[in-house]
């Protein structure tokens, strides 16, 4: 599958990749050649970013460290619902826990500061070996302000709600009053104040979202009369000179697309204002999180879905405005491949690190870490992982309880055991990854000149599906239900790792050995310690013959490839 990306044309200056055998690194634990993507952090210890030629690694202790998350309800941001959050992580072999610190939570009375549920939040993660995401629901909390304090919803003299295009009064607040912007972003630094002086040694937070899902439903933008006195202003240069537009106001530029575009610029600034004010105390990462518009579809109506959110169609207005916003990551509640591949497609790009900042916690989902994965995506974060009963069906599982975690499970105590060393290898050597699409079809992975791979599903672990007389159908039971996917790193010219579930690769040789005839050199089980690969036993006979199967149980295997003269 060839997955492709823009040319690296990004802000961030670019620099020449390792020539160090990835394996080597891997074994002395060097860390590459990094461009920290935050400036002011290039000799900080704290967790952050960093690109070498439009690929990402998020630096953690100072390595590269793989998200494998799980994200908690809204409510269950109080001491008291902690209980039931970190079995649920636990369960899941998450590496990190996302929780919400919401505006109102920290700030009932204007300019009266409570952060005690940040202190015991990050005295638990850290009994229970978990590093945190926090998200800042603010001004803006899946487009609406419910999470901002009384004294700011209640107040829209001080705090103006939008204005439809028909003249009435949006739920949403606007984005173009200093008021409220000053007062958000006086909370989140208090927040990123709080976070480096009880944290600034542990990192026990890696990554900060501020607001979630920002944009507007049911109106592209704000008519009010300053809206449209700033749509009548020249569009700022900057956007001129990404969009490779002349001169002119919003509409004169920007044409049917000029309300949507002003309302992203308008957001964006906005937030990205907060977020420079919180870096200027603590630079943690940061990533905004999107409602999607349909990936499928580029002539969805702005406000049928969120207008002005981080959508593909105004990433780069987003990427323009926001400069101090690392990662603009998607929230993938479309469970079908098409979709999902697309969606992902769309957020991977070259000034983009790959980071799903929620996904449906059914168990179809689970799969789509490979996809993330090959994608050389930095995290994973579904939704909804803990214990208190809610279950966000139809979005998400019916029941959630330790039976709905366990495909993400396996997924996490998979990866999970080697997530520095992927990481690490995602970054600075080349990786492979694609998940089991709907209708079951097999995939081929580009390995380069020397060799080609090929996956397919609902395979057996020896022969093939057609030959089972007892099935009429020939598959696996319960393979109907696609939950594969396949992983791949590669180690050196003709070594590779490789790992998956419920699939099958086959290796073959590739254009620049075609004449030449294909072994299966060698293949270890094993696992890594300290960094190192430990060999557990050699696959071969059985084991190899009908190409390497992986099935439901966490395996991870070296594979070495080799040619002989025909
Ligand atoms: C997306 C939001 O970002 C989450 O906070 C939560 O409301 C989920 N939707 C529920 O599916």
């Not at 400069?323 to 509640?333: F, R, V």
């Amino acid at each position: 599958m060839t997955q492709s990306r823009r040319n690296a044309g990004s802000k961030l200056a670019l620099v020449a990749l390792s020539l160090i055998s990835p394996l080597a690194l891997l074994a002395s634990g060097a860390a590459g050649a990094k461009t920290p993507v935050k400036a002011s952090t290039a000799t900080s210890p704290i967790p952050h970013l960093v690109q070498t030629d439009g690929k990402y690694a998020l630096i953690v202790d100072g390595a590269p460290f793989l998200v494998l998350g799980g994200q908690a309800n809204n409510s269950s941001n109080y001491p008291g619902a902690l209980s039931k959050v970190w079995p649920a992580i636990k369960d899941m072999h998450a590496n990190t826990l996302t929780m919400p610190v919401s505006w109102e939570q920290v700030e009932p009375v204007e300019g009266k500061f409570d952060f005690s549920f940040v202190d015991t939040l990050v005295k638990e993660a850290r009994e229970n070996k978990v590093r945190l995401v926090i998200l800042w629901f603010g001004t803006w909390k899946n487009t609406g302000p419910s999470y901002t304090p009384s004294w700011v919803k209640l107040d829209n003299k001080r705090f103006p709600r939008l204005t439809n295009k028909d003249g009435t009064t949006s739920y949403a607040l606007s984005p173009l009053y200093d008021t409220t912007r000053e007062a958000d972003k006086r909370a989140y630094v208090e927040l990123v104040k709080h976070i480096k002086a009880i944290d600034g040694d542990r990192h026990t937070v890696i990554m900060l979202q501020p607001e979630n899902e920002v944009g507007v439903y049911r109106t592209a933008r704000d008519y009010s009369p300053k809206a449209d006195a700033l749509m009548a202003q020249p569009v700022p240069q900057a956007l001129l000179t990404r969009y490779k537009k002349s001169p002119g106001n919003w509409n004169q530029v920007f044409g049917k697309d000029a309300d949507e575009y002003f309302h992203a610029w308008s957001i964006a600034r906005y937030v990205d204002d907060i977020v420079a004010a919180g870096d200027a105390v603590y630079p943690l990462p940061t990533y905004v999180n999107a409602a999607l518009k349909d990936p499928l579809n580029p002539d969805q109506t702005p406000g049928s879905y969120a207008s002005g959110g981080p959508v593909y169609s105004v990433m780069d207005v987003w990427k323009v405005a926001a400069p101090h916003i690392e990662i603009l990551a998607p929230d993938l509640y479309s469970p079908g491949s098409q979709s999902y591949e697309a969606t992902l497609s769309q957020y991977a790009r070259a000034d983009n690190p790959l980071y799903v900042a929620e996904s449906g916690n059914k168990p179809i989902y689970a799969r789509y870490l490979f996809s993330v994965l090959g994608r050389q995506g930095v995290g994973f974060d579904p939704f909804g992982f803990d214990y208190t009963g809610y279950a966000n069906y139809p979005l998400g599982a019916k029941v959630f309880d330790a039976d709905a975690v366990k495909p993400f499970a396996t997924l996490y105590k998979l990866f999970g055991g080697m997530d520095r060393e992927w990481a690490k290898l995602s970054y600075e050597s080349q990786v492979w990854g694609v998940s089991e699409p709907d209708d079951h079809s097999a995939q081929s992975l580009d390995l380069g000149k020397a060799w080609s791979a090929k996956v397919t599903y609902r395979q057996w672990q020896f022969g093939l599906p057609e030959w089972d007389p007892e099935n009429k159908n020939g598959y696996p039971d319960g393979s109907d239900v696609p939950s594969g996917g396949v992983a791949v790193a590669k180690l050196s010219d003709n070594e590779f790792l490789v790992t998956g579930l419920n699939a099958r690769i086959t290796f073959d040789t590739g254009e620049a050995n075609k004449a030449r005839g294909f072994v299966l050199d060698r293949v270890e089980q094993g696992h890594f310690e300290a960094g190192k690969w430990v060999m557990e036993y050699v696959w071969n006979g059985d084991q190899t013959d009908y190409g390497l199967n992986f099935t439901g149980a966490p395996v991870v295997l070296k594979v070495r490839l080799g040619t002989y003269e025909k």
